[in-house]
């Protein structure tokens, strides 16, 4: 089987900088992708992890170490429009087709 | 601007009804899948498909089926909808050889 766990929430004043974990339990996966959801909207890529190690894409990096069945997301400079629902995400190697998510970390940014 | 389309936004039908959500995609992808997205459950699969005519179930297919009869079309049916069903259903697509999942708008449905 397999389980992603995400913290259910998170808050952050802006401008700091604030970490989203997601840590696994599954047997064998292709690697850790990061997506945005705001509310109302649909959810969109942020990045992946196929590797161990950090990945960064401006603002925004990610983590993932295997060993540790531990990945996440680093979000540096917060502004108010980081305000949203953000999701991890594993590709199973038992149906490489399978996207299975996190339950999802609901970020607030404060003034 | 390649899409991901939902049919309807928002839906309400009753009890018992048979249900159809329909899901269109303009990026040759192979991959579809349908979710729901219940608050605190985070995406969770009902059904996904990695071919035309080709379906696995997910983790919650039970009261669900899937139509892939062409590439870019797949559908979700709710065979007897339940209050137990009403969500929002979230449709997307990706190809077999990156790892980014496209989504589409989303179906809220409310079953009374």
């Known amino acids: 089987g397999q389980s992603l766990e995400q913290p259910s929430e998170v808050t952050a004043v802006e401008g700091a900088i604030v970490q989203i974990n997601c840590t696994y339990q599954?047997?064998?996966?292709?690697?850790l992708s990061w997506y945005q959801q705001h509310d109302g909207g649909a959810p969109t890529f942020l990045s992946y992890n196929a590797l161990d190690g950090l990945e960064e894409t401006g603002r925004f990096s990610s983590f993932l170490s295997r060993s540790d069945s531990y990945g996440y997301l680093l979000l540096q400079e917060l502004q108010m429009k980081d305000s949203a629902s953000y999701f991890c995400?594993?590709?199973?190697?038992?149906?490489?087709?399978?996207?299975?998510f996190g339950s999802g970390t609901r970020l607030l940014v404060r003034p | 601007d390649v899409k991901v389309t939902q049919s309807s936004r928002y839906l309400v039908k009753r009890t018992g009804e048979k249900v159809f959500l329909e899901c269109v995609q303009d990026m040759d992808h192979e991959n579809m899948f349908w979710y729901r997205q219940d608050p605190g459950l985070g995406l969770r699969l009902i059904y996904f498909?990695?071919?035309?005519?080709?379906?696995e179930k997910g983790d919650i297919p039970e009261g669900y089926s899937v139509s892939r009869e062409k590439k870019e079309r797949f559908s979700l049916i709710l065979e007897s909808a339940s209050t137990n069903q009403t969500s929002m259903y979230l449709c997307?697509?990706?190809?077999?050889?990156?790892?980014?999942?496209?989504f589409g708008q989303g179906t809220r449905l409310t079953v009374v």
């Open positions: 997307a697509n990706r190809s077999r050889e990156n790892t980014e999942a496209f």
């Open positions: 498909s990695y071919d035309v005519k080709m379906k």
């Open positions: 599954t047997s064998g996966f292709y690697g």
């Open positions: 995400a594993v590709r199973r190697m038992d149906s490489s087709y399978k996207l299975i």
